[in-house]
């Protein structure tokens, strides 16, 4: 069986992450390339932590389940499908999927903490970090939390300070300078994009 080339993909809330996704994937076709999100491992709501006000606090590596993603990644890894029921982010109205992500050349790897778990990180052929300005993320996550998922901009506000940024600090920035791409996506990300599609074509 054909080695699969594993990318990991990290950065700030609001880095534009999906956007980038997007375009890789839109670059090859699904039977060359799938992406494991790590968004769909979050743990119910009951076995999450509260934080000194009663909030909870889903910007922690534990309010994932990391190590199904782990085995996930392997069982990607060793060529067979992963089946996976979509997270709603707390939607009570919207049913939710069941995600299949199939065995490809190409495995993208997506998620705030995947670079702090260990044992995640050494499955990585290739770790990228999506950079961006604090005040641009925020500005980013306002706009997608209030819109996109219906959250009061005051809920978005404190979560951003008393979770999402001390987050950041804690378990994300520092593992920017052990990565091998950055790129950088304060105003635009396209030839980023563009110098990791070609790169990656070599991998085919």
Avoid: C, W
């Avoid at 990290?10 to 076709?29: M, Q, V």
């Amino acid at each position: 069986m054909k080695k699969i080339y594993i990318i990991g993909i990290t950065g700030a809330s609001g880095a534009g992450k999906t956007s980038i996704l997007k375009g890789l994937l839109n670059a090859f076709t699904p039977e060359t390339i799938s992406l494991l999100s790590q968004d769909n491992y979050y743990k119910p709501r009951n076995e999450q932590k509260a934080d000194e006000n009663g909030v909870l606090n889903f910007d922690l590596p534990e309010s994932l389940d990391l190590e199904a993603y782990k085995n996930d990644i392997i069982q990607l890894k060793n060529g067979q499908r992963v089946e996976r029921e979509e997270y709603t982010f707390n939607n009570a109205e919207k049913k939710p999927a069941t995600i299949i992500v199939n065995s490809t050349p190409i495995l993208i790897v997506e998620g705030l903490f995947i670079f702090h778990k260990e044992e995640i990180s050494q499955l990585f052929d290739l770790k990228i970090f999506i950079d961006v300005e604090d005040f641009i993320g925020l500005k980013r996550r306002i706009l997608r939390d209030s819109t996109e998922r219906g959250y009061p901009l005051d809920d978005v506000l404190y979560r951003y300070e008393h979770h999402v940024f001390p987050a950041y600090q804690q378990f994300i920035a520092p593992y920017k300078a052990k990565t091998d791409i950055i790129i950088p996506n304060n105003l635009h990300f396209e030839k980023g994009l563009e110098v990791l599609i070609a790169f990656l074509k070599t991998k085919i």
